[in-house]
């Protein structure tokens, strides 16, 4: 284990599944202006997950694929233990891996977060003039903020993320939604509880608004 992992300002959790390279250029981009020296590292060891001071889980594809290769790689107490006790970010399969279940795949996840993640519904994805949206949902989209909280800090209200997804996380208690936007219907894409944020959409191909959330992480102190 390299010496310079240890004490990570900020350890990126390597399961096999995420956009690593971009997120980790985009947190080292951001640091650079709110925490000049600030150590960033994506690491597979829960030893340097245990002793960051701060953890992100990002993610991209199947929530099947993801429960499996966590436990495969005895990442699962480690991010468990993560989101419990320190400043957590979620991102993309990230944010619904934290949830009780998944329709795709019938699947567990970590139930960290009461919810289910729900297919879009075929026969409700029709815009206003009656014409059929994708599944993916694929772009960009306006995300409005279901309250204050540090992470939103110096993001205007309805600003553009970047979203890959078909499922959607269905949280079972509204007190954790911290943002939701609409593709057709009012959908959560941010939730909120403690020390853990985390976003369906991609901060890190987000531009402006989404480096301004990720240099904010970046020194949250985990208390809302």
Excluded at 42 to 49: C, E, G, H, L, R
Excluded at 88 to 107: K, N, R, T, V
Excluded at 154 to 159: L, N, P, T
Aim: charged content about 15%; overall charge negative.
């Amino acid at each position: 284990m390299p010496a310079s992992s240890l004490g990570a300002d900020v350890a990126i959790i390597d399961y096999g599944m995420g956009n690593l390279l971009s997120v980790s250029k985009a947190f080292e981009h951001v640091a650079r202006d709110v925490k000049p020296g600030a150590n960033i590292v994506v690491t597979s060891d829960p030893a340097v997950i245990a002793a960051a001071t701060r953890v992100v889980f990002p993610g991209v594809g199947a929530m099947t694929d993801c429960m499996r290769e966590l436990a495969l790689r005895g990442l699962t107490d480690a991010v468990k233990q993560a989101a419990a006790s320190k400043p957590f970010l979620g991102i993309c399969l990230g944010m619904q891996a934290l949830f009780a279940h998944s329709e795709e795949g019938d699947c567990a996840g970590l139930g960290l977060l009461p919810g289910n993640v729900r297919l879009f519904p075929a026969e409700a994805m029709k815009d206003e003039h009656g014409q059929k949206l994708k599944v993916p949902h694929i772009g960009w989209n306006n995300v409005h903020q279901a309250g204050t909280h540090p992470l939103w800090a110096g993001i205007e209200d309805g600003a553009r993320f970047y979203f890959v997804h078909s499922y959607y996380a269905e949280p079972a208690s509204q007190d954790v939604v911290a943002g939701f936007t609409h593709y057709p219907f009012a959908f959560t894409c941010a939730v909120a509880r403690d020390n853990l944020f985390a976003v369906q959409f991609h901060p890190e191909k987000s531009q402006a608004a989404g480096l301004r959330l990720l240099a904010n992480f970046v020194t949250w102190n985990g208390s809302r």
